[in-house]
């Protein structure tokens, strides 16, 4: 999923481990819009993104 939204937007993310890099995502998205989709994967995934600079985020796993 994160190699399709390179395709729209010029920002690296970051996994914060790799159970993140191993989640299974389904589903109709739009890439066109990836902050849409981070956000969709903080909700359905249990995820928090992390904006470490201007074109850098981390997605690691939301505080329980």
Known sequence: LLEQLKRYWRVHI???DTEIAQLTVSG???L???RSVLRALELSHGLQVVELGPNTMQLLKAPQ
């Open 32 to 34: 066109d819009t990836p």
């Open 14 to 16: 970051i996994m914060g």
């Open 28 to 30: 109709v998205l739009q």
